[in-house]
């Protein structure tokens, strides 16, 4: 990888021609891109001075949230600063001078796995989970079988030398994926006329009523909650942390009366930041 000192250095999880890579060209077409094998790792090298900014996935249409981001953001310290949204074409990739009907294994990251399911089911494949649609790409191309095939981006195609067999393979023609960018640097305070969503994550007592408060407190506060969904905290059985999403910006007098009242009823609550929804800037 070439370097220039006026580059800096960005995260993401996969290889070269994973989405994570391509939604990573999109944000930082003059940076530095740099591949970690885990999202953990990816996340670590930010924390640790590595990377200037990692770019996560935190959420897909047809599959659901990635838990283990999901995690990062809540037990981590870094600070969300921006948004993406990917449009995920599937695309199956075979060796050289293959056909749909020589294959019989496909392999692939299992979120592409679940969104292809009804294409997998339809051809009879047996399935074959990899870390990541482009590791599944350059697996199948090192293999050189024809029988197996990989499910990832017509661009890990044209990197790893593969025969596109068929295109837009996902059950849903709208599946997307989100994509957040994680810095060490707290954002600044957002315009006031932008759409800002922010972010808040946090676990209640477990005593009687203590969410019903707690989401009483957003609309206490003048918040529109957009999204509510609950996790469970890893090494604690049955206790969950909740993750929220609202219109408007924390960082002002009337986000600090929300996270307040949430601390009265909450163990953990954690703002880690916010992003500007451009689709309706």
Known sequence: MSVNNTSKNIAYCGIKGA???I??????????LVSYPSFAKAYDSVENGECESAVLPIENSFAGDVNQVFDLMFHGKLHISRKHELRISQTLLGVKGSKISDIKTVVSHQQALDQCMEYI??????????????????????????????????????LYNLEVLETQINSNDQNTTRFLVFSK???????QDSNTISIVMFTVKNIPGSLAKA?????????NMRSLKSH???????????YVEVEGSLMNERGTAL???????????????????????
């Open 19 to 21: 989405f994570a890579y």
């Open 23 to 32: 939604a990573s060209t999109h944000l930082f077409p003059n940076d530095n």
């Open 121 to 158: 089911q339809k051809h009879g494949f047996s399935v074959q989970p990899a870390s990541n649609t482009a590791v599944a790409a350059n697996m199948v191309s090192e293999k050189d079988d024809k029988s197996i095939a990989a499910i990832a981006s017509e661009e890990s195609g044209k």
């Open 185 to 191: 640097s707290e954002p600044p305070v957002p315009p």
């Open 215 to 223: 989401v009483s407190a957003f609309g206490d506060s003048g918040y």
């Open 232 to 242: 469970p905290v890893k090494n604690v059985p049955w206790q969950y942390y909740f």
């Open 259 to 281: 996270l307040n009242s949430l601390e009265q009823v909450c163990i953990d609550v954690v703002s880690p930041g916010y992003y500007i929804d451009e689709q309706e800037a």
